[in-house]
């Protein structure tokens, strides 16, 4: 992948627009803080609740969405996927102008099309590769979470110098500017998530706390080595590669690892993690998505709880109280 240099002057011609954070959830008020510690002019706009209200301790300009809109240069989209495509066209759209930028750090909705920005405006990616409250805390040490950008649509003729100053501002050029599309950041991240990151690990680690437990072990243990020292891998695994991990682990584990491990992986499970990635590529899961959020997100919240009430989350809760215990 190509990779960005941010030149003073892109930061310069960043810093000269007033910046509004729209949505100030996990990855707003993370981008929002770091953003005005770069020295942007930032301001906010959400919808009034307790994220408004945070953003007001947090001592930030708060205003309605619309409003926010109406008084910036950069609108920094940070809403969830599924809420994005309806708040923009009550109370962003209407109050559109030439010289806006349009910024995403998540193409979902123009790759789908959910939302059709007019011709007038920039569109621009500036995705972190990393949860929100890790985008504050690396920013805070001094360092930073890789970002990737995209320029969809350049207006202005200055689309890239405004994503790339916006993903300086928030810590990225302390780590990785890296050059993507919409397409390749959408299609990868919601693939990732999906087959790996939320739905692969946590359904393996399920079934094989479920097969120790139908086995006769203890409910705790089985969740202890299959669950818990999971983060330990997966540490190695994110400072320094899979060799690093096997150097660290020992050495029965390395060779069972290695010769068990690929057992799992069955043409059957490749088939269903590509047809995974048709769904991502097709539309048909974001189609999915969208229409189970417009129902009322009833069998979504269903889900969600199912997996609360499972065996495997009641032994992650009873050998948490036994840390816990201990360590009091």
Not at 299 to 309: C, S
Request: with cysteine; hydrophobic share 40%; charged share 25%.
């Amino acid at each position: 992948m190509n990779t960005y240099t941010v030149s003073p002057a892109d930061e310069q011609y960043f810093l000269s627009k007033r910046i509004a954070i729209l949505g100030y959830g996990s990855q707003g008020r993370a981008q929002a803080l770091n953003l005005r510690d770069s020295g942007a002019d930032v301001i906010v706009g959400n919808r009034a609740g307790k994220s408004f209200d945070r953003a007001a301790e947090d001592g930030f300009a708060v205003y309605s969405v619309s409003d926010a809109v109406q008084k910036a240069d950069v609108l920094a989209l940070l809403f969830p996927d599924e809420s994005a495509a309806d708040i923009y066209a009550e109370e962003i759209a209407p109050y559109l102008r030439e010289g806006h930028t349009l910024l995403f750090a998540h193409g979902f909705n123009i790759l789908y099309n959910l939302i059709q920005p007019p011709e007038f405006v920039d569109v621009v990616l500036a995705a972190p590769k990393g949860v929100g409250p890790m985008v504050r805390r690396l920013y805070e040490e001094g360092g930073g979470v890789a970002s990737l950008v995209s320029v969809h649509q350049d207006a202005s003729g200055h689309a890239l110098q405004t994503a790339l100053g916006f993903a300086a501002a928030i810590g990225s050029s302390r780590s990785a500017i890296l050059e993507s599309t919409f397409k390749d950041e959408t299609e990868t991240d919601l693939f990732g998530e999906q087959a790996i990151i939320c739905g692969g690990i946590p359904a393996l680690i399920e079934a094989a706390v479920d097969i120790l437990i139908e086995a006769g072990y203890p409910p705790e243990l089985a969740y202890s080595e299959c669950a818990h020292e999971v983060k330990l891998v997966i540490d190695l695994i994110y400072a320094k590669g899979f060799g690093a991990m096997y150097d660290s682990v020992s050495r029965t584990a390395s060779y069972g690892g290695i010769t068990r491990g690929k057992r799992l992986i069955s043409e059957r499970l490749k088939s269903d993690m590509k047809e995974i990635l048709r769904e991502v590529q097709s539309g048909e899961f974001a189609e999915e998505w969208v229409a189970e959020k417009r129902a009322g997100s009833g069998h979504f919240r269903e889900l969600v709880e199912n997996a609360r009430e499972s065996e495997m989350e009641k032994a992650g809760v009873a050998f948490r109280k036994i840390l816990e215990a201990k360590s009091e």
